[in-house]
């Protein structure tokens, strides 16, 4: 009997185990698999991983050509994962590049730093960044996208040329990108904290909203059509500008575009 119990207990420690790592595969979700191509250069890719100390306030920049994805989770600590893409003449070439690149994780800043490049040669690193669900985050992309989900704080960023996403996020979030789409999905029954006020310059609003949300909703484009897939009582020309309180009311939700369309639906469950 204790063997049969000792044996129990020992299937059962292997299967959580197993349980925790594909949970964790499932949450590291950035890969090698969709790396540059370039029918001249040799392209090298690599993935490396360092766990921080929380901090109240984290700032990424992703840099010349890098992404950041920022995912709240529910421990105390923040766990950084770059991919370093180089590209060069030979393999060897680089692979050398990428071994040349740091990426600085101190004093609440994550960004990278590389060597002058030679002829032909290129490298970008992006980000996945796991962290508390409370932090105030300030994130920069040149030539990337933003995502950032399941965070609540002070959320500041800036994208040129890449999509934003924000999803199930709280708190007081603003920003902007210039070319890119906005998609936005809200969780709960309300804003939880002061706004939202995202804007992109080239690209469409997809927003989705839960059932019984209770906001104020604006939404607005220059150049572009507002497609509104349940019914709403509507302040202002809906082809071009939208002001409607949901519910009660609440904190403001707003998310607007200059050149593109907006859609806004109600969450699936």
Known sequence: MQTSTRVAALLGTVLCAAM?????????????????????????CEINE????????????????????????????????ARVETMAESAGA??????QIIVHTSGGQI???????S???????????F???????TLKTHNGGIHIADVQGEIDFDALNGGVSLKRL????????????????????????AQLDARTTNG?????????????????TVNGHINVDFPVTVQGALDRQLSVTLGSGGPLVRAVTTNGGVSIKRKST
Not at 119 to 129: G, K, L, P
Not at 204 to 220: K, L
């Open 20 to 44: 925790f790592a594909r949970a964790q595969d499932k949450e590291r979700e950035m890969t090698c698999d969709d790396r540059w191509h370039d029918n001249d250069r040799i392209s090298h």
């Open 50 to 81: 360092v766990s921080l100390a929380a901090v109240r306030s984290l700032g990424v920049d992703g840099g010349m050509n890098g992404g950041v994805t920022v995912k709240g989770w529910d421990r105390n600590n923040i766990l950084v994962r």
């Open 94 to 99: 680089a692979k050398s590049l990428a071994s």
């Open 111 to 117: 960004r990278a730093a590389g060597p002058q490049l």
């Open 119 to 129: 002829h032909r040669q290129s490298w970008s690193v992006s980000y996945e960044v």
């Open 131 to 137: 962290v508390p669900e409370k932090i105030d985050l």
């Open 170 to 193: 709280a708190g007081n979030v603003h920003g902007h990108t210039t070319n890119g789409g906005l998609n936005v999905e809200l969780a709960g029954n309300r804003w939880n904290g």
């Open 204 to 220: 469409g609003v997809s927003m989705s909203v839960p059932a019984d949300y209770s906001a104020r909703i604006e939404t607005g």
